[in-house]
């Protein structure tokens, strides 16, 4: 897998992307907003959590959907070095794909990693780049293989997330999960971690940083006290998860916010 180009786009309705006969695979996922997409002269909407793979050489043209704006994730690569290339289905495709993914929170931190690498440009960036790219990919085909799940599972997933994204600050169990959509604890923590790719804990974790980078880049709470908010009492285990999952420690934006402000 070789990544040959990474963008992020926040985007107007002025926003225009093409190509024509590129050598490239080009993977989008969409994370705000809609977009448009024509391909070969066909028309995809993109939505939020949606992603589309459009093979090399195939013609598109995408752009905001008028009056609204949108952000994205654009990846384009050479999915000819992957040494799993033959026993991904996705790769054998002649035309452009599209899907929703159940797998959203995990894909977009594979993308924000790859996004942050790219921009630090740090010894060997590529190679880590690649690597999450093919991780990425292995979460989508264990997707694309089994269909997602169905509907009614789906939403069964949908209805744990909603809880946790309402209690996240809490400790959230399995238990509570389980009794969310009256099923078991281990049936809930099951199938949790088979639809979204994250134990429950991860979710938690996932939740709590996303709400602690906006308080670290737009409040005027301290570490301590935004390590308290979201739910973790003890400061240092907070630091050790925040890297953990951004590369970065909390204090990068208390500073980044200061000098905004000076």
């Given at each position: 897998?070789?990544?040959?180009?990474?963008?992020?786009?926040?985007?107007?309705?002025?926003?225009?992307?093409?190509?024509?006969?590129?050598?490239?695979?080009?993977?989008?996922?969409?994370?705000?907003?809609?977009?448009?997409?024509?391909?070969?002269?066909?028309?995809?909407?993109?939505?939020?959590?949606?992603?589309?793979?459009?093979?090399?050489?195939?013609?598109?043209?995408?752009?905001?959907?008028?009056?609204?704006?949108?952000?994205?994730?654009?990846?384009?690569?050479?999915?000819?070095?992957?040494?799993?290339?033959?026993?991904?289905?996705?790769?054998?495709?002649?035309?452009?794909?599209?899907?929703?993914?159940?797998?959203?929170?995990?894909?977009?931190?594979?993308?924000?990693h790859i996004h942050q690498q790219w921009q630090d440009k740090q010894p060997y960036y590529q190679t880590l780049c690649e690597a999450l790219l093919t991780e990425l990919f292995v979460y989508l085909h264990r997707e694309w293989d089994q269909e997602a799940a169905t509907s009614a599972t789906l939403q069964l997933v949908e209805q744990m997330k909603g809880y946790i994204q309402n209690h996240y600050r809490e400790h959230v169990t399995k238990e509570e999960l389980g009794a969310c959509i009256s099923r078991s604890p281990n049936y809930a923590a099951t199938l949790f971690r088979k639809v979204t790719g994250q134990t429950i804990s991860e979710f938690v974790h996932a939740a709590r940083i996303k709400t602690a980078v906006y308080m670290l880049r737009h409040s005027a709470l301290t570490v301590t006290e935004i390590s308290d908010f979201i739910g973790y009492n003890d400061a240092s285990y907070f630091y050790r998860v925040f890297k953990r999952l951004t590369g970065l420690v909390p204090t990068d934006l208390v500073s980044d916010r200061e000098n905004v402000r000076k």
């Open positions: 897998m070789k990544v040959t180009s990474y963008t992020y786009d926040k985007s107007s309705n002025w926003y225009g992307e093409s190509q024509e006969g590129c050598d490239d695979w080009t993977l989008v996922l969409v994370t705000y907003g809609r977009c448009v997409y024509w391909i070969e002269e066909k028309k995809q909407v993109l939505e939020k959590g949606q992603w589309l793979l459009i093979p090399s050489s195939i013609p598109f043209y995408g752009r905001s959907v008028p009056t609204m704006l949108h952000e994205k994730y654009v990846v384009r690569f050479d999915p000819t070095a992957m040494q799993a290339q033959a026993s991904f289905p996705l790769f054998r495709l002649s035309s452009a794909t599209s899907r929703f993914t159940s797998k959203y929170e995990l894909i977009l931190d594979r993308l924000r």
